[in-house]
């Protein structure tokens, strides 16, 4: 079972529809990170998140420690949006770990 | 600047040859890290530097992985022998400052990634 684990795998929407990517883990974590994957490949660095909700122009990321969980929701989604969210934690002591990732498709 | 650079961006080998997968990173940035991307098990971390130093190599999956850094603007990811289960996607990222404290985690945000080397042995 991965200690990380990210739903939907896949997720197509409308232009303009609100997102919401889920990111569960197993154990307690000291901080939590949201990437961004092209469909080219490249990765970007979205949030780092140990508590609370941080917002970045229209996407938004939010952690509840208590029940392991955390969400990206992007506003007003865009074609532009189209990649595969990642999100990755470190849990405890143990190196980074990442989920298998969302793949959003937004269809003009 | 150019970004972090990757060589060669693809490499087919077949099993048994040695694979040496190569990273400049940005100017300045004094960590760099390996990664690997397979479909099924996502994105690892296999070794970061730091200062040109392997500071955490648990990720790297055998002993068939090895990585050097000789100086700070180059590294390599060899693999001898190559397997086919060594088919990935690897990513090197730089970065040149903690974030907001000591701990791998708090590095992530700042690092800068390249565009990989999608590796296939046959």
């Known amino acids: 079972k991965n200690e990380v684990e990210q739903s939907p795998q896949n997720l197509t929407a409308q232009e303009g529809e609100f997102i919401t990517i889920n990111c569960s883990y197993s154990v307690g974590i000291s901080a939590l990170h949201w990437l961004q994957q092209h469909p080219g490949g490249g990765i970007v660095s979205l949030f780092m998140l140990s508590s609370g909700k941080k917002k970045h122009g229209r996407l938004i990321a939010t952690i509840n420690i208590q029940e392991k969980h955390s969400s990206l929701h992007i506003t007003a989604s865009h074609p532009r949006d189209s990649a595969v969210y990642i999100c990755a934690v470190k849990l405890g002591n143990e190196k980074l770990t990442f989920g298998t990732g969302t793949r959003l498709t937004i269809i003009p | 600047d150019a970004g972090v650079i990757q060589s060669p961006r693809h490499e087919v080998t077949e099993m048994g040859q040695e694979v040496t997968l190569r990273c400049k990173p940005i100017?300045?940035?004094?960590?760099l890290f390996w990664y690997r991307q397979t479909m099924m098990r996502g994105l690892e971390l296999l070794i970061y530097f730091n200062n040109n130093v392997p500071i955490d190599d648990s990720g790297m999956p055998e002993d068939r992985f090895s990585a050097k850094m000789p100086n700070a603007s180059f590294s390599t990811l060899k693999i001898q022998p190559s397997e086919p289960r060594d088919s990935a996607v690897y990513f090197c990222?730089?970065?040149?400052?903690?974030?907001?404290?000591?701990?791998?985690?708090?590095?992530?945000?700042?690092?800068?990634f390249g565009p990989g080397t999608r590796l296939t042995v046959l």
């Open positions: 990222a730089s970065s040149s400052k903690l974030g907001q404290g000591p701990t791998l985690a708090e590095v992530l945000p700042e690092q800068f």
């Open positions: 100017s300045g940035h004094d960590y």
